[in-house]
């Protein structure tokens, strides 16, 4: 009699988990469903936000659900970046993740995620050069002039930064380490300030996003001298710009980039059918028209080519911030 009950109870509980496992598969099958959410872990109106609220209004139609943007700024990232870690892995929570992903784990202390454990990536969108910019009024006309001054007269040049630990910190130390010279780093609370101050000629130069200089640069208020890329930009702004490698500093690359990830555990076709709608979106002509300022270069590859990407950012980046003992703010 009791083996009887015990042989009914499991049939249940198998009919059970076949229905939900079934509901599972059905949803997963339809996905998406319902809206997906990307996280811009910065504030509104920046290079990042304006990359995810592009993509997000083109995709919107090719999967037919709406694409919200939210905005979660702080903690270099670490605020909007922790929120997607603690998301559901189903594919409805994505985030927009840029260099300070690849650095953040050798700057702070302590992170609230695991940085191996809690993200899959999903498409690296492209990537942006720096752009080494003086004032108009400098002597500089020359990336090759400031290299020689650099290498010449160490301690004499200082450069800007929107902070410690930012792109344009880590590319004036890069820079410091491969030429053996000793360019002084002047922090400041943002782009804006540190941009006031180097016209103003208050600092000699910055690394500074396309992005941020690109009023600038056309308004004749600041000379671009070289863009931090490996290859040399098709912009408009800053075409037939040398690269900071081949001006004499071998192997030079200092770039910002976009990325997207998903929660650790996101099913395999989810982001999959992920990858293939940021791919076809990115690959559109109104996307890269709207960031043709950005001198952005698309990738649209696999989420296995953005993971080794991401790794090779991380490997190269803690070598840096040790070598030159950098603390974020």
């Known amino acids: 009699m009791k083996f009887k009950t015990l042989m009914k109870t499991l049939k249940v509980f198998g009919c059970l988990l076949f229905f939900c496992f079934g509901i599972s598969l059905v949803s997963f099958a339809q996905y998406p469903d319902r809206p997906i959410k990307i996280i811009v872990p910065f504030s509104p109106g920046g290079g990042t936000d304006l990359v995810a609220r592009t993509l997000g209004s083109i995709m919107s139609e090719d999967l037919q659900q709406p694409i919200i943007i939210e905005n979660k700024p702080g903690g270099s990232t670490v605020i909007g970046t922790d929120a997607l870690a603690k998301s559901p892995p189903d594919g409805y929570t994505l985030v927009i993740a840029t260099f300070a992903h690849a650095v953040n784990p050798y700057l702070k202390e302590k992170l609230p995620y695991s940085q191996e454990k809690d993200f899959s990536p999903v498409i690296l969108i492209g990537v942006s050069p720096n752009v080494l910019v003086v004032s108009a009024n400098s002597p500089f006309k020359t990336i090759q002039d400031l290299i020689n ?68 640069i056309e308004a004749g208020k600041l000379r671009p001298l070289a863009v931090t890329t490996l290859n040399r930009s098709n912009s408009g702004l800053l075409a037939n710009l040398p690269t900071v490698a081949e001006s004499g500093i071998q192997n030079y690359f200092a770039a910002s980039w976009y990325g997207i990830f998903a929660p650790g555990g996101t099913p395999a076709h989810v982001i999959k059918k992920l990858n293939l709608a940021f791919k076809k979106a990115i690959q559109t002509k109104s996307f890269k028209d709207r960031l043709e300022n950005e001198g952005l270069v698309t990738s649209a590859g696999t989420p296995e080519e953005f993971g080794k990407f991401v790794k090779s950012e991380e490997v190269r980046w803690k070598e840096v911030i040790k070598k030159a003992n950098i603390k974020a703010d």
Not at 191 to 209: C, E, K, R, S, Y
């Open 149 to 216: 001054t650099a290498k010449n007269k160490p301690g004499t040049l200082s450069y800007a930064s929107q902070g410690s630990g930012t792109s344009a910190h880590l590319a004036g130390e890069l820079f410091n380490i491969q030429t053996g010279g000793k360019l002084i780093h002047v922090p400041y609370k943002g782009a804006g300030p540190a941009l006031t101050d180097l016209i103003g000629g208050q600092v000699d130069m910055m690394f500074a996003t396309a992005s941020a200089v690109g009023a600038q």
